[in-house]
């Protein structure tokens, strides 16, 4: 009796229809996470410039700060990018919530499952959920860095950072665990949307391809980026600019003003 009085207050007792919320919720928690994922493959394109060259990937750092539109380098625009990315990565941390073990006891249900069942693909998913709760810590402080510091983003102030401010141990683990996350998340995006239409095996196979390619492409870069700071350590704080670009003034921070 007591029950029935709080489900007709809570309004329950009325619903005839299924909501279709939680479809629609799904379906937004895809297109973010595939949004990321190609965020972060392009990046790791973008981001391993380095492996070409300074000039490389000065150039690259340039061009998304609009120098080569407005003649002059705008941080501010690299800011609105991972302002705008940071929402997208809020909404998509915030919709996967709803599907976390929310108490120590779920969590054993839910690892005593995947132990009984012996099934590949929802190890994968606990592999999502680790590697998603990292990504919560690690993602955030990269994009707050790059949303609050955009002008101190190129050959030496990003090496500078990874070596003489020891950061490379954060990119390790960033590195990792956002090419796990994204590499399960895209096999993960196919399997339930049915698109690309492959078999399993060689869905399984372009996982494995993603996430080897683009770790070692982002370790490679990584690797560089360590080696340039370690060489640039004595000159800390100094900006890179190719010999045939007009010289920027700076200060010692590196700001462009
Ligand atoms: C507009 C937003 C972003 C900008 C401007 C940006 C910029 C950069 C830059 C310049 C680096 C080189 C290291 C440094 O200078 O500190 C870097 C590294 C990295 N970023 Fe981002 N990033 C952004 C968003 C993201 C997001 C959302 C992710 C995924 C969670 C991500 C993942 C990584 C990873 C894994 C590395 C290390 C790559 C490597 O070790 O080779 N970034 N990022």
């Known amino acids: 009796m007591h029950d029935r009085i709080l489900i007709t207050q809570a309004?329950?007792?009325?619903?005839?229809?299924k909501s279709r919320w939680p479809a629609r919720l799904d379906l937004l928690q895809s297109a973010t996470g595939l949004l990321?994922?190609?965020?972060?493959?392009?990046?790791?394109?973008?981001d391993s410039s380095i492996l070409i060259g300074k000039d490389a990937m000065w150039v690259v750092s340039k061009f998304y700060e609009g120098y080569?539109?407005?003649?002059?380098?705008?941080?501010?625009?690299?800011?609105?990018?991972?302002?705008?990315l940071f929402v997208v990565f809020?909404?998509?941390?915030?919709?996967a919530l709803r599907k976390f073990p929310v108490n120590y006891r779920q969590y054993r249900t839910i690892r005593a499952h995947v132990r009984a069942m012996r099934h590949g693909d929802t190890r994968l998913w606990l592999w999502q959920v680790y590697s998603g709760f990292l990504l919560f810590f690690f993602g955030a402080a990269h994009l707050y860095q790059m949303a609050f510091w955009p002008q101190l983003i190129g050959p030496h102030a990003s090496s500078d950072r990874i070596w003489s401010d020891a950061l490379w141990p954060f990119y390790l683990?960033?590195?990792?665990?956002?090419?796990?996350h994204a590499a399960i998340g895209l096999?993960?995006?196919?399997?339930k949307w049915g698109w690309p239409r492959f078999s399993r095996p060689v869905l399984k196979f372009l996982r494995g391809t993603?996430?080897?390619?683009?770790?070692?492409?982002?370790?490679?870069?990584?690797?560089?980026?360590?080696?340039?700071?370690?060489l640039h350590s004595d000159h800390y704080g100094e900006r890179y600019t190719p010999s045939w670009a007009a010289p920027e003034t700076q200060t010692a921070q590196g700001e462009t003003p």
């Open 68 to 84: 080569f539109f407005f003649g002059k380098a705008h941080p501010w625009l690299v800011s609105l990018v991972a302002g705008l």
């Open 90 to 95: 809020m909404a998509h941390a915030l919709l």
């Open 173 to 180: 683990i960033l590195l990792t665990v956002a090419v796990l």
């Open 210 to 230: 993603l996430f080897a390619f683009f770790l070692t492409l982002g370790l490679l870069a990584l690797a560089q980026y360590m080696w340039i700071g370690l």
């Open 187 to 191: 096999y993960r995006l196919a399997l």
């Open 36 to 46: 990321l994922a190609l965020f972060l493959c392009g990046h790791l394109f973008f």
């Open 11 to 17: 309004g329950l007792a009325e619903r005839t229809r």
